[in-house]
């Protein structure tokens, strides 16, 4: 069994930045895909990045302003969010890919 906890969301100004936490539970972290998704309020689940012990995906609109990373050493992944618009207001999930493993989320608000 993977648990999955999300941390750092919060109220931010636009132009701001925060970093999300997924620290995860699991001996084989270091060999984990795992991703970010968001939900904005009334809108589906979107893809927002994934990193695997390999490579390292965002989604295109993302590009430039979000970065994925990990610490193996922590058994956790990074979220680094610059420059936020209130679009990116959403509750941020993280995601073991190929399983049914999801956080909780934290919400992020980018408000002024």
């Known amino acids: 069994q993977v648990q999955l906890m999300e941390s750092g969301g919060g109220l931010v100004q636009p132009g701001g930045s925060l970093r999300l936490s997924c620290a995860a539970s699991?001996?084989?972290?270091?060999?984990?895909?795992i991703g970010w998704f968001r939900q904005a309020p009334g809108k589906e689940r979107e893809f927002v990045a994934d990193i695997s012990w390999s490579n390292i995906n965002y989604a295109d609109s993302l590009k430039g302003r979000f970065t994925i990373s990990r610490d193996s050493a922590k058994n956790t992944v990074y979220l680094q969010m610059n420059n936020l618009r209130p679009e990116d207001t959403a509750v941020y999930y993280c995601?073991?890919?190929?399983?049914?493993?999801w956080g909780k989320g934290t919400l992020v608000t980018v408000s002024s």
């Open positions: 699991g001996r084989t972290f270091s060999s984990y895909h």
């Open positions: 995601h073991l890919l190929g399983s049914s493993y």
